[in-house]
Protein backbone atom coordinates (compact mmCIF):
# COMPACT_ATOMS: atom_id res chain seq x y z
CA UNK A 1 0.00 0.00 0.00
CA UNK A 2 3.24 2.17 0.10
CA UNK A 3 1.96 3.44 -3.42
CA UNK A 4 -0.72 5.72 -1.44
CA UNK A 5 -0.12 8.72 0.44
CA UNK A 6 0.01 8.27 3.92
CA UNK A 7 -3.11 10.18 4.88
CA UNK A 8 -6.72 8.94 4.23
CA UNK A 9 -7.70 12.01 3.54
CA UNK A 10 -5.72 12.36 0.10
CA UNK A 11 -6.19 8.99 -1.29
CA UNK A 12 -9.22 9.66 -4.10
CA UNK A 13 -11.04 7.06 -6.51
CA UNK A 14 -8.82 8.02 -9.21
CA UNK A 15 -5.85 6.84 -7.34
CA UNK A 16 -7.15 3.84 -6.16
CA UNK A 17 -8.19 2.65 -9.98
CA UNK A 18 -4.34 3.67 -10.76
CA UNK A 19 -3.37 1.37 -8.18
CA UNK A 20 -5.62 -1.36 -9.04
CA UNK A 21 -4.21 -1.58 -12.54
CA UNK A 22 -1.01 -0.72 -12.05
CA UNK A 23 -0.84 -3.47 -9.09
CA UNK A 24 -2.52 -6.25 -11.66
CA UNK A 25 0.89 -6.19 -13.83
CA UNK A 26 2.55 -8.03 -11.19
CA UNK A 27 0.07 -9.82 -9.09
CA UNK A 28 -3.18 -12.18 -9.39
CA UNK A 29 -6.68 -10.54 -8.98
CA UNK A 30 -7.52 -11.72 -5.71
CA UNK A 31 -4.56 -10.53 -4.44
CA UNK A 32 -5.61 -6.89 -5.69
CA UNK A 33 -8.83 -7.89 -4.13
CA UNK A 34 -7.25 -8.54 -1.03
CA UNK A 35 -5.65 -5.37 -0.84
CA UNK A 36 -8.30 -2.84 -1.63
CA UNK A 37 -10.32 -4.95 1.31
CA UNK A 38 -7.67 -3.88 3.53
CA UNK A 39 -7.78 -0.77 2.37
CA UNK A 40 -11.38 -0.47 2.63
CA UNK A 41 -11.15 -1.71 6.52
CA UNK A 42 -8.55 0.68 7.44
CA UNK A 43 -10.80 3.35 6.01
CA UNK A 44 -13.91 1.81 8.36
CA UNK A 45 -11.94 1.80 11.39
CA UNK A 46 -11.33 5.39 10.50
CA UNK A 47 -14.58 6.23 9.88
CA UNK A 48 -15.92 4.90 13.16
CA UNK A 49 -13.69 6.96 14.92
CA UNK A 50 -14.84 9.95 13.15
CA UNK A 51 -11.47 10.98 11.44
CA UNK A 52 -12.68 10.59 7.73
CA UNK A 53 -16.40 10.13 6.38
CA UNK A 54 -16.44 8.40 3.47
CA UNK A 55 -14.46 5.39 2.20
CA UNK A 56 -13.61 5.73 -1.64
CA UNK A 57 -12.66 1.83 -2.48
CA UNK A 58 -16.51 1.34 -2.29
CA UNK A 59 -16.64 3.20 -5.66
CA UNK A 60 -13.69 1.14 -7.02
CA UNK A 61 -15.16 -2.13 -8.33
CA UNK A 62 -13.08 -5.48 -7.37
CA UNK A 63 -11.77 -7.80 -9.98
CA UNK A 64 -13.84 -11.08 -10.63
CA UNK A 65 -12.31 -14.21 -9.18
CA UNK A 66 -12.82 -17.68 -10.05
CA UNK A 67 -13.76 -19.71 -7.24
CA UNK A 68 -11.11 -21.98 -6.10
CA UNK A 69 -11.94 -24.95 -4.84
CA UNK A 70 -9.36 -27.30 -4.47
CA UNK A 71 -10.42 -30.81 -2.25
CA UNK A 72 -8.71 -34.23 -1.35
CA UNK A 73 -10.11 -37.09 -2.63
CA UNK A 74 -10.30 -40.27 -0.07
CA UNK A 75 -6.91 -41.53 -0.81
CA UNK A 76 -5.31 -38.33 -0.64
CA UNK A 77 -6.96 -37.63 3.05
CA UNK A 78 -4.92 -40.97 3.63
CA UNK A 79 -1.78 -40.04 2.74
CA UNK A 80 -1.42 -36.61 4.15
CA UNK A 81 -2.39 -37.98 7.37
CA UNK A 82 0.23 -40.80 7.07
CA UNK A 83 2.48 -38.32 6.37
CA UNK A 84 1.73 -35.98 9.08
CA UNK A 85 3.53 -35.48 12.08
CA UNK A 86 1.92 -36.41 15.56
CA UNK A 87 0.74 -33.07 16.62
CA UNK A 88 -0.40 -32.01 13.17
CA UNK A 89 -3.07 -34.87 12.84
CA UNK A 90 -5.53 -34.39 15.36
CA UNK A 91 -5.22 -30.51 13.46
CA UNK A 92 -6.03 -31.63 10.50
CA UNK A 93 -8.45 -34.30 11.34
CA UNK A 94 -10.37 -31.68 13.16
CA UNK A 95 -10.53 -29.79 9.95
CA UNK A 96 -11.73 -32.24 8.12
CA UNK A 97 -15.12 -32.80 10.32
CA UNK A 98 -16.00 -29.61 11.11
CA UNK A 99 -14.57 -27.12 8.39
CA UNK A 100 -13.16 -24.78 10.95
CA UNK A 101 -11.00 -22.01 9.92
CA UNK A 102 -7.41 -22.70 11.20
CA UNK A 103 -7.39 -19.78 13.34
CA UNK A 104 -11.08 -21.14 15.07
CA UNK A 105 -9.13 -24.64 15.29
CA UNK A 106 -5.90 -23.28 17.01
CA UNK A 107 -7.71 -21.13 19.56
CA UNK A 108 -9.85 -24.19 20.33
CA UNK A 109 -10.05 -24.80 24.42
CA UNK A 110 -10.93 -28.05 26.58
CA UNK A 111 -14.03 -25.97 27.73
CA UNK A 112 -15.57 -24.87 24.55
CA UNK A 113 -15.69 -29.08 23.96
CA UNK A 114 -19.06 -31.00 25.14
CA UNK A 115 -18.60 -34.56 24.84
CA UNK A 116 -21.62 -35.08 26.95
CA UNK A 117 -23.38 -33.56 24.46
CA UNK A 118 -21.01 -34.16 21.52
CA UNK A 119 -20.72 -30.35 20.64
CA UNK A 120 -18.50 -27.50 19.83
CA UNK A 121 -19.18 -24.14 21.03
CA UNK A 122 -17.11 -21.50 19.01
CA UNK A 123 -17.36 -18.24 18.31
CA UNK A 124 -16.02 -18.26 15.11
CA UNK A 125 -14.16 -14.81 14.29
CA UNK A 126 -15.73 -14.04 11.31
CA UNK A 127 -19.40 -14.35 12.18
CA UNK A 128 -21.42 -12.49 14.18
CA UNK A 129 -22.10 -14.54 18.00
CA UNK A 130 -21.52 -18.32 19.45
CA UNK A 131 -22.52 -21.57 17.24
CA UNK A 132 -22.84 -24.74 18.12
CA UNK A 133 -21.36 -27.03 16.10
CA UNK A 134 -22.38 -31.15 16.56
CA UNK A 135 -18.78 -33.64 16.53
CA UNK A 136 -18.78 -36.72 14.76
CA UNK A 137 -18.21 -39.81 15.80
CA UNK A 138 -14.47 -39.77 14.62
CA UNK A 139 -13.80 -36.80 16.16
CA UNK A 140 -14.70 -37.55 19.58
CA UNK A 141 -12.46 -40.13 19.26
CA UNK A 142 -9.77 -38.46 18.28
CA UNK A 143 -10.00 -35.13 20.50
CA UNK A 144 -10.15 -38.03 23.69
CA UNK A 145 -6.76 -39.42 22.59
CA UNK A 146 -4.71 -35.49 22.34
CA UNK A 147 -3.05 -35.38 25.40
CA UNK A 148 -3.90 -32.50 27.98
CA UNK A 149 -1.52 -30.27 29.05
CA UNK A 150 -1.22 -30.05 32.81
CA UNK A 151 -1.98 -25.83 33.16
CA UNK A 152 -3.13 -24.75 29.96
CA UNK A 153 -6.66 -24.96 28.73
CA UNK A 154 -5.99 -25.07 24.99
CA UNK A 155 -6.37 -27.90 22.66
CA UNK A 156 -3.54 -27.87 20.56
CA UNK A 157 -0.72 -26.90 22.05
CA UNK A 158 3.28 -26.77 22.42
CA UNK A 159 5.61 -28.01 24.95
CA UNK A 160 4.79 -24.60 27.43
CA UNK A 161 0.91 -25.44 26.98
CA UNK A 162 0.94 -22.19 24.53
CA UNK A 163 -1.45 -22.67 21.38
CA UNK A 164 0.42 -22.95 18.08
CA UNK A 165 0.55 -19.93 15.79
CA UNK A 166 1.96 -21.11 12.60
CA UNK A 167 1.44 -24.36 11.15
CA UNK A 168 1.61 -23.35 7.81
CA UNK A 169 5.25 -24.42 7.24
CA UNK A 170 4.71 -28.08 8.35
CA UNK A 171 1.61 -28.60 6.84
CA UNK A 172 3.17 -27.47 3.37
CA UNK A 173 5.76 -30.14 4.16
CA UNK A 174 3.20 -32.74 5.05
CA UNK A 175 1.54 -32.32 1.60
CA UNK A 176 4.99 -32.37 -0.01
CA UNK A 177 5.98 -35.77 1.73
CA UNK A 178 2.31 -37.17 1.05
CA UNK A 179 2.79 -36.04 -2.85
CA UNK A 180 -0.32 -33.46 -3.08
CA UNK A 181 0.74 -30.24 -4.92
CA UNK A 182 -1.44 -27.29 -4.85
CA UNK A 183 -3.19 -27.27 -1.60
CA UNK A 184 -3.35 -25.17 1.32
CA UNK A 185 -4.94 -25.96 5.27
CA UNK A 186 -7.72 -23.82 4.26
CA UNK A 187 -8.44 -26.34 1.39
CA UNK A 188 -9.44 -28.92 4.08
CA UNK A 189 -12.51 -26.34 4.52
CA UNK A 190 -13.56 -27.22 0.95
CA UNK A 191 -12.86 -30.59 1.70
CA UNK A 192 -15.19 -31.02 4.48
CA UNK A 193 -17.83 -28.74 2.29
CA UNK A 194 -17.18 -31.20 -0.85
CA UNK A 195 -17.32 -34.71 0.36
CA UNK A 196 -20.17 -33.62 2.96
CA UNK A 197 -22.26 -32.54 -0.49
CA UNK A 198 -21.13 -35.93 -2.48
CA UNK A 199 -22.56 -38.03 0.44
CA UNK A 200 -26.20 -36.52 -0.05
CA UNK A 201 -26.28 -33.53 1.89
CA UNK A 202 -27.68 -30.16 1.24
CA UNK A 203 -26.86 -26.75 0.89
CA UNK A 204 -29.04 -25.11 3.54
CA UNK A 205 -27.82 -27.27 6.17
CA UNK A 206 -23.96 -26.88 4.63
CA UNK A 207 -24.16 -23.36 5.03
CA UNK A 208 -24.77 -23.83 8.84
CA UNK A 209 -22.16 -26.23 9.51
CA UNK A 210 -20.01 -23.28 7.37
CA UNK A 211 -20.98 -20.51 9.23
CA UNK A 212 -21.93 -18.78 5.85
CA UNK A 213 -23.79 -15.45 6.51
CA UNK A 214 -25.48 -16.59 3.20
CA UNK A 215 -26.82 -19.22 1.23
CA UNK A 216 -24.96 -17.50 -1.92
CA UNK A 217 -21.45 -17.94 -0.37
CA UNK A 218 -22.20 -21.83 0.00
CA UNK A 219 -23.73 -21.76 -3.82
CA UNK A 220 -20.71 -22.03 -5.18
CA UNK A 221 -20.04 -26.10 -3.88
CA UNK A 222 -23.27 -26.81 -5.62
CA UNK A 223 -22.00 -28.65 -8.57
CA UNK A 224 -19.72 -30.92 -6.75
CA UNK A 225 -23.53 -32.17 -5.58
CA UNK A 226 -23.91 -33.73 -9.41
CA UNK A 227 -21.61 -36.51 -8.40
CA UNK A 228 -24.13 -37.93 -5.70
CA UNK A 229 -27.07 -37.05 -7.72
CA UNK A 230 -25.75 -39.25 -10.80
CA UNK A 231 -25.62 -42.30 -8.50
CA UNK A 232 -28.88 -41.93 -7.05
CA UNK A 233 -30.38 -41.39 -10.79
CA UNK A 234 -29.67 -44.93 -11.05
CA UNK A 235 -32.07 -46.08 -8.88
CA UNK A 236 -34.41 -44.91 -11.51
CA UNK A 237 -32.50 -47.96 -13.92
CA UNK A 238 -35.21 -50.16 -13.38
CA UNK A 239 -38.22 -48.54 -12.55
CA UNK A 240 -39.46 -46.98 -15.92
CA UNK A 241 -38.82 -49.64 -18.63
CA UNK A 242 -35.13 -49.98 -17.57
CA UNK A 243 -35.69 -53.62 -16.73
CA UNK A 244 -34.04 -55.97 -19.12
CA UNK A 245 -36.83 -58.85 -19.02
CA UNK A 246 -39.48 -55.98 -19.69
CA UNK A 247 -37.12 -54.91 -22.73
CA UNK A 248 -36.93 -58.41 -23.69
CA UNK A 249 -40.91 -58.65 -23.91
CA UNK A 250 -41.32 -55.83 -25.88
CA UNK A 251 -38.87 -57.01 -28.60
CA UNK A 252 -40.90 -60.49 -28.09
CA UNK A 253 -44.14 -58.62 -28.94
CA UNK A 254 -45.56 -59.55 -25.63
Not at 169 to 174: E, M, R, V
Not at 223 to 239: M, V
Request: hydrophobic share 35%.
Amino acid sequence: MDAFPCNLQDITIDKIKKYKADRRKDVSPATVNRELSLLSHIFTINIEDGKIHYDPTKKVKRFKEKPRIRFLERDEIDRLLAHAVDYQRPIIQTALHTAFRVSDILALTWGQIDFARRTITLTQIKTDGPILQPMTEELIKVLTTVPRHVSSPYIFHDADGKPYKRIVKGFTAACKRAGIKDFHFHDLRHTFASHYLMQGGDLKTLQVLMGHKTIAMTAKYAHLAQRHLHQEIKRIDNLFGGNDDINANRANGQ
